[in-house]
């Protein structure tokens, strides 16, 4: 089981974005490089974590 270790948001004016990315790539990359391996085509992958994200952003934005 994979743990995810997040450190805290930025305090003040820190890039809340770029922290947040930042953390998040090592763990994407990790995941895309694992469907590569089982064949997927790195574009179709990259294009669904688009999607999905996309998907649930909306979502969330519904229920405020």
Sequence with gaps: ???FNFEGPPVGDGDMSA???GQLLPLVDEI???AV???WNQDDVLLAFV???WDLYEKRRGEL
């Design 32 to 34: 895309v490089q694992a």
């Design 19 to 21: 922290q947040c990315q």
């Design 51 to 53: 999607e999905l994200t």
């Design 1 to 3: 089981m994979t743990r």
């Design 37 to 39: 391996a089982a064949g």
